[in-house]
């Protein structure tokens, strides 16, 4: 396993790593097909058999801006839940976070920014008023024992501001968890960012932060993705955010690609001897599954190379 720290090969090796993010508002919203209810959950459910430890669901936004999330209540509730996989939902505000433990969410998750441009257009208010937001959510699930993660998005850049300090970063990270977020994922959500810049910014954030309670989030636009991921796994980092495919992407950081393809992440963890306990061809047959249904190709690189459907 190269020169990964022991702590990680630990985790590792319980097969702690890889978190499949897929429907999520920034992930699915950029894509303009509306995907039937029953293809979602027989999506989800084939994720469920491939072995992943977490399956982020659903949004539960507002269908008036995200149509292609109007079935997540019943999305939620007719998936096969597995004991031992975790299905956490986002929910940008306090109305979202009601809806969903209504439809019978375990875990949410909220999602800020570190450019305000870019806060104002994905959440529609500035950093300020979404901490507003984020306190009342984190409060009222905490009463109901639901835990939460925090999301920070354009960590590595902004497609509006251009590059982001890392200070400025490890500023928001430290905040949310100090107000509850058990766990920060830094997203490069443009996927600007580089291993040097990757380096940067986790020995940033690793001095405001323990390094259990981070998580990477990286776009591959440049095609950077996995050498960041790399460099976040030798610096500790065990959890990998990925979506099955590549699909996705965020509409408001144009020309950005999906989430890098959990496809390709399992690839490379395999080829390093790290047993994350997920089915590599079982991913692979369920991103031919969603990319049939979505009428497109599938952004990973592995699949397209080695996938044979039978």
Not at 116 to 141: P, Q, V, Y
Request: with cysteine; proline share 5%; hydrophobic share 40%.
């Amino acid at each position: 396993m190269g020169n990964l720290p022991p702590a990680v090969k630990h985790c590792l090796h319980n097969q702690q790593l890889i978190r499949e993010y897929f429907w999520s508002e920034q992930q699915f919203q950029q894509e303009q097909v509306i995907v039937p209810t029953k293809v979602k959950i027989d999506f989800i459910n084939q994720l469920s058999e491939a072995g992943f430890p977490v399956i982020e669901v659903t949004s539960f936004v507002s269908s008036k801006w995200v149509p292609q999330m109007a079935d997540h209540a019943e999305v939620l509730l007719g998936i096969k839940r597995h004991p031992h996989v975790k299905y956490p939902v986002l929910t940008p505000n306090l109305q979202g976070l009601h809806a969903a433990i209504g439809a019978g969410a375990t875990e949410v998750a909220i999602f800020g920014a570190t450019s305000e441009t870019f806060s104002r257009k994905n959440i529609n208010c500035s950093i300020a008023e979404s901490f507003g937001r984020f306190d009342e959510i984190l409060r009222h699930a905490k009463e109901v024992n639901v835990p939460v993660r925090g999301y920070v998005s354009c960590a590595m850049g902004c497609p509006y501001e251009g590059n982001i300090g890392p200070a400025k970063v490890a500023e928001i990270s430290k905040r949310l968890y100090s107000m509850g977020c058990y766990e920060i994922s830094l997203g490069d959500t443009n996927g600007v960012g580089t291993a040097g810049s990757m380096k940067h910014l986790l020995e940033a954030v690793l001095k405001e932060m323990p390094r259990h309670a981070l998580a990477v989030h990286c776009h591959d636009t440049y095609g950077q993705a996995l050498a960041n991921i790399l460099t976040a796994l030798q610096m500790g980092i065990s959890t990998v955010d990925s979506s099955v495919a590549g699909l996705g992407g965020c509409p408001y950081a144009v020309g950005a690609s999906g989430n890098v393809s959990t496809e390709d992440v399992l690839y490379m963890l395999n080829g390093m001897g790290i047993n994350t306990g997920v089915d590599l061809h079982k991913v692979m047959e369920a991103g031919n599954f969603i990319c049939k249904a979505m009428n497109r190709k599938t952004a990973s690189k592995v699949s397209q190379a080695c996938f044979n459907p039978c």
